[in-house]
Nanobody, 115 residues
Framework: QLLLAESGGGLVQPGGSLRLSCAVS????????MGWYRQAPGKQREMVAV???????TYADSVKGRFTISRDYAKNTVDLQMDSLKFEDTAVYFC?????????WGQGTQVTVSS
């Protein structure tokens, strides 16, 4: 079983940057995919970015060119660098790891983009 803990959320002005980090307890080596999802008030949870075994990545159209997902097997972390943030990026961001057919989720971290 894996435990995930997100950090790095906060309040930022439009155009600013934040870096989210997800610490994974347990080995990530067996995971098939790791990703970041978000859920805004009144909306369904949506995929933001996913990185699969190897180097394959997928980004939501709304964040392409602004967000970058990365992982560090040595540190057991999955990070999301968010640049050029917009009002519509405001949401709770969740880390996800898929391993052996199970989906593991963190508790979420709030990102608020406001002037």
């Amino acid at each position: 079983q894996l435990l995930l803990a997100e950090s790095g959320g906060g309040l930022v002005q439009p155009g600013g940057s934040l870096r989210l980090s997800c610490a994974v307890s347990g080995s990530m080596a067996s995971s098939s995919a790791m990703g970041w999802y978000r859920q805004a008030p009144g909306k369904q949870r949506e995929m933001v970015a996913v990185i699969r075994r190897g180097v394959s990545t997928t980004y939501a159209d709304s964040v392409k060119g602004r967000f970058t997902i990365s992982r560090d097997y040595a540190k057991n972390t999955v990070d999301l660098q968010m640049d050029s943030l917009k009002f519509e990026d405001t949401a709770v961001y969740f880390c996800n790891v898929a391993s052996f057919g199970y989906n593991y989720w963190g508790q979420g971290t709030q990102v608020t983009v406001s002037s």
